[in-house]
Structures are given as C-alpha cells and as structure tokens.
C-alpha cells in the first residue's frame, strides 16, 4: 500500500519549514505507515518563498528512503482548489490531505490510514468518544461561528457528521479521485460538499477521532462577505448534485 499527504499551503514560508520538519521526523522513525510514502505540497499562488523553501529541502532530492516530497504549484484559487488540485494528482492507494500547520501532529496518520482499510472515507474528528472537543481551546467567537455553520450544515447538507470542517481527512484513490472530480465549492465549504457527495455516492465512511491543536494564524478573518458566501454555498450543495447516483 502506498500514501500521498497533501499539504495545501498559501503564503506559509514562515511555518512550512518547522511544520515539514515536524512531519519528515515523524516519518522517519514511524513504522506504522506503509511505504512508499509521497509528500504533496499544493502551493496556492503564493506571493512568498513557500514553493522555493520546500523545493529546497533536502527531501525533496530523496534524501529519506521510501518517502518522496514535491511541490505542485497552482494559482491562487483558495484552499479548497488547492486541495482538489492535489488530491486529483497523487496516485497513492490511500490520499491524506492534512493543514500545512501540523495542528494535527503527523503520529495522527496511522488512525485514517487504519479506518480505510475498510472504509473507503475517513473523517478526522475533533470531538473525542467522551464527547470532549478539542476546539474548546479557540476563541469564543470562532466557537460561536463553529457552532451556527454546523447546525445549517445538519439541517441542510451533511446530517450526523459533528466535524466538517476538521482539516485532516482520507481517501481510498478510486474515492478521492471520484469525488475530487465532482468538486465544485472552492470556499471553506468544500469540506461539507465532499461530505454529502460522499453520502450520495453510497461510500463508506468512518469519523476517526484524532488529536489538533489550535495553532493560531488563520488568514480567514470573519466578515459579512464570508457569511454570505458560506450561506449560499451550503444552500446550492444539494442542488449542484441532485443528479448524483450511488456508484
């Protein structure tokens, strides 16, 4: 079995390197993960050095037997282009796409990797079986707006799934590669489109409770624009994919 990690990334010169640092010493000595390993690295149109600094890394040259990184560089479309633009180019049997930030620490991957082997998608999830939730640690408001995108989002689009937005999830290839190609919100809300897509096209899914981290850095500022554009995008979801049919 082999793994591609897709790090999606836009403007993180001053992160990528201790995040990358994190995840190659994490894969070095892990013996959980199959091999071949493949490090994606979607850089979004970046304005900085982000694809230049990846580039450079020694892995990048194949100093790690059995684990490879590359960089895809792409214009800048938002993270859910550059997410869609990497899971559509690795080939790997399993498809991970993870925060460039590592707010998932990387010994987390071993947990998706393990649910795919019967399941076809797997959700990280940041509420634990106790009913604890790691987001407990954000900013009031951030939970606030956390808590009103779920209750539309179970209303209108995903049902019973309590952690869209958890930036960590897999794919078998024949899955991500199917659902990828059907992906059509670029916005924050791409997650919740790939969840009801999935829904619809009868996969299996599995929500794997996973350790995060709130890294502060987030470039996505709360405003009256954003709100309207979440709003509208989880309204049309079920409308742009009302003709998909269970494979």
Request: charged fraction near 25%; proline fraction near 6%.
């Amino acid at each position: 079995m082999s793994v591609s990690i897709v790090l999606p990334a836009y403007n993180e010169a001053e992160r990528i390197g201790p995040a990358l640092d994190e995840l190659f010493g994490y894969l070095a000595t892990d013996q959980l993960l199959p091999r071949p390993i493949e490090v994606l690295v979607v850089d979004d149109g970046s304005a900085d050095a982000t694809a230049a600094l990846v580039e450079r890394r020694p892995e990048a040259g194949g100093a790690l037997e059995g684990i490879t990184l590359r960089v895809l560089r792409v214009p800048h479309g938002g993270k859910g282009a550059a997410v869609r633009a990497g899971m559509r180019a690795a080939d790997a049997d399993v498809i991970v796409f993870s925060d460039a930030d590592m707010a998932t620490p990387p010994d987390q991957l071993p947990k998706l990797v393990a649910a795919l082997a019967d399941h076809d998608v797997a959700l990280g999830s940041r509420i634990q079986p106790d009913g604890s939730d790691m987001r407990a640690s954000q900013p009031a408001f951030r939970r606030l707006l956390g808590r009103v995108f779920h209750l539309l989002a179970s209303i209108w689009v995903v049902g019973p799934v309590q952690d869209t937005q958890c930036g960590f999830k897999g794919f078998t290839r024949a899955a991500a590669h199917d659902l990828f190609a059907r992906q059509q919100i670029l916005s924050i809300v791409f997650d919740v489109e790939l969840i009801y897509m999935a829904r619809r096209r009868g996969y299996r899914l599995a929500v794997v409770p996973i350790r995060w981290y709130d890294k502060r850095g987030s470039r996505m500022a709360a405003r009256a624009g954003l709100a309207v554009r979440v709003a509208w995008d989880l309204f049309r979801i079920p409308l742009l994919h009302r003709s998909a049919r269970r494979r």
